[in-house]
């Protein structure tokens, strides 16, 4: 048999969804990144709502979302997402509308704009890529980053005495009254992925009821970041990130659901 | 004639923005300033117009919320003050990359850092030469009455939507907190959500409605040559601004033969020092710029070749007097009278400085 015999209409059984764009991914091989964007851009196309659909882009490796998924974006400054997200979804209460952070932008310099956002409870979907590091910059300390965990300005290992401890924002935000979903996932297995397009499918669905702030937390590598192979990084994920960043849900339809202690 | 109301700079400003038909207004407290989100909150503007207020957790808040929502096409404001402005600058240097239309009020107190709550137009410089990073202007409007806080909104959205630019009404404490007669435009209906995406939806990001092509809104381009392109294109809105929008006003120039440069409550007390020199013989006039950016340089070109020299008068150390130079270029004496920390001068100290500084020197 050929390629050509293969490849009809009746044998599809899985298709690149049409809410990613042609344009070739700006990410490293190996990185959780692309898959992310993916799920998002499969939700959307799934609940059938392009037309109301509003993305907002961080800046970190994932500043150039907007080229990759085809919905209306806006291209946030550095840690600034929720915010803009607040003005367009005060502005347009009907209309979806998500932002796309990872861990530096979100839990470092952009903490302020989360928290006032889940707290106010703002009807948006956070999807919160945490890779432990700055991939963008070349793989310095994120407020994530593991103790002991190397990256560029943590040489020697993150000393927490030294640079204090890592920041479970996750855990922090599901406590406040304003979040109503708040779940942690990964992408490195194929049943990983589909739990994670699960979770962030009912994120998206608990916006269109106007249910407040859904977080999605997705434990990624950064296989270049922490100088690795892709194969490797997800080896020391599962060994190193789950351990501190447990997944699973923490909140539920506005209910806390696990001991965050 | 309008509605006719006795009321602060501040409320006036707040007021107007309603009746304009604003969309939304995102701020954050700060003196000499404050009773503009007071006045927003305590009217409701939702229950009136539909109009959005939020108090935002700090200023960089307020900013990217206000870029947010002028990325979809909706007329929003903010307002703040000296310090606030400061904080703000990141966001509006990104407003004014992705060319995004939205007014920034500045009600100007006396820095640097914390400065003083007193009234002062030291905010100049960050106001018209960019305040934040890369090469940007912003339309700078200065009111001198609570009348102008009042008319200069519609003025300023009018400009925003014009050019897609941030707009600033760069006001001071004098004006903010001084209670004037001031009449009121009526109400304007703001736009639909249909009709927002049939005006601004060849840019705003709204949706795909209809299927369309995705709208972006960034700032950033990687590609050098493109990002060049894109600051040629900023540059000649700012040329068109320079061609087209430049306002001002001359008091008393026809036959002067000395001229006072000044701006806001500045030049509310150089109009009495016409009146002091008149009283003695000096042939004094008064050029108000009305924009700050553009800058009136053609009418002070023209005033140069005909009067004896210019004084700049402001609230700072001596900012505007820098264009005034660059306007008049050598032809005759320009210099500069300023008070600072939150001291507002009197009409008889300005009008002494100019005997010393003009008339004597
Ligand atoms: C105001 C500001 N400060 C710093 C930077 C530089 N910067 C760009 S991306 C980044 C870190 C991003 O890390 P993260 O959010 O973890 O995303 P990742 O790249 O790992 O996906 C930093 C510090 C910037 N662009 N703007
Ligand atoms: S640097 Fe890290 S986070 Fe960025 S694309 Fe590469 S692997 Fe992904």
Redo the contacts with the bound molecule.
């Keep these: 048999m050929e390629i050509k015999d293969i490849i009809k209409p009746e044998n599809l059984v899985y298709q690149k969804t049409k809410m990613m764009t042609d344009n070739t991914l700006s990410y490293c091989p190996g990185c959780g ?1 692309g898959t992310t964007h993916r799920l998002v851009m499969e939700v959307v196309e799934e609940l059938g709502i392009v037309e109301d659909t509003i993305g907002i882009a ?5 500043v150039l979302a907007y080229e990759f998924m085809n919905v209306d974006m806006t291209q946030a ?2 840690g600034r997402a929720p915010a803009v997200a607040t003005g367009i979804i005060r502005t347009w209460p009907d209309k979806i509308v998500f932002t796309y ?6 839990a470092a ?1 952009g903490t302020s704009e989360t928290i006032h956002a889940c707290n106010r409870g703002e009807n948006i979907v956070i999807i919160f ?1 945490n ?1 432990g ?5 070349g793989g310095q300390m ?1 407020p994530t980053t593991l103790p002991g965990m190397k990256s560029s300005t943590t040489p020697y290992g993150r000393d927490v005495a030294l640079m204090g401890n890592p920041l479970k924002i996750t855990e922090l935000v599901a406590q406040l009254p304003g979040t109503y979903f708040v779940t942690r996932h990964a992408v490195h297995s194929p049943a990983h992925v589909r739990k994670t397009k699960k979770a962030i499918k009912k994120a998206f669905q608990n916006v269109i009821d106007k249910k407040g702030t859904q977080f999605i937390e997705v434990v990624s590598n ?1 296989n270049s ?1 922490w100088k690795m192979t892709p194969v490797k990084s997800n080896e020391w994920m599962v060994e190193n990130m789950f351990p501190f960043y447990p997944l699973g849900d923490m909140k539920v339809d506005g209910k806390i659901v696990k001991d965050l202690h | 004639m309008g509605e006719l109301k006795l009321m602060k700079g501040n409320e006036a400003v707040a007021e107007a923005m309603i009746r304009e038909g604003v969309d939304g207004y995102f701020g954050y407290p700060i003196t000499p300033q404050s009773e503009v989100i007071e006045y927003l909150t305590t009217e409701e503007p939702h229950k009136r117009t539909g109009m959005v207020v939020l108090q935002a957790e700090s200023e960089l808040a307020a900013i990217n919320m206000l870029y947010g929502a002028a990325g979809t096409g909706k007329k929003v404001a903010t307002s703040s003050s000296s310090p606030g402005i400061s904080l703000k600058q ?1 966001g509006i240097s990104y407003i004014a990359g992705s060319e995004l239309p939205c007014v920034i009020i500045n009600v100007v107190r006396g820095g640097p850092g914390l400065g003083t709550i007193q009234p002062s137009q030291a905010d100049y410089f960050q106001a018209t030469k960019g305040g934040g990073h890369g090469d940007y202007h912003l339309y700078v409007l200065a009111p001198s009455s609570v009348q102008e806080m009042a008319d200069f909104v519609e003025d300023a959205f009018e400009m925003a939507f014009k050019y897609r630019t941030p707009v600033m009404i760069l006001s001071d404490g004098v004006i903010g907190q001084m209670m004037e007669k001031v009449e009121l435009k009526p109400q304007k209906k703001r736009l639909t959500d249909a009709e927002v995406i049939k005006k601004y939806g060849s840019w705003a990001t709204v949706g795909r409605v209809g299927g369309r092509e995705r709208n972006i809104i960034t700032s950033l381009d990687l590609d050098s040559h493109k990002m060049e392109a894109h600051n040629i294109h900023l540059q000649s809105k700012y040329e068109q601004m320079k061609k087209e929008d430049v306002r001002y006003e001359e008091l008393q120039t026809e036959d002067a033969e000395y001229i006072i440069v000044a701006y806001g409550s500045s030049a509310r007390i150089s109009q009495k020092v016409i009146q002091l020199a008149r009283k003695d013989g000096i042939k004094l006039g008064v050029l108000r710029p009305i924009t700050l950016f553009p800058f009136p340089e053609k009418p002070i070109q023209e005033l140069a070749k005909r009067v004896k020299g210019f004084l700049a008068v402001e609230m700072s150390a001596g900012q505007m007097v820098e264009d005034v130079k660059l306007a008049v270029n050598g032809k005759v004496k320009v210099e500069h009278y300023g008070r600072n920390g939150g001291i507002v001068p009197t009409p008889g100290e300005v009008y002494e400085a100019l005997k010393q500084k003009i008339i004597g020197g």
């Design positions: 990144h961080p800046v970190g490796c994932s400054a550095h952070q990872g861990d530096g932008d979100l310099i890529v890779n590091i700055y991939g963008m910059t994120a950064c970041g | 990141e």
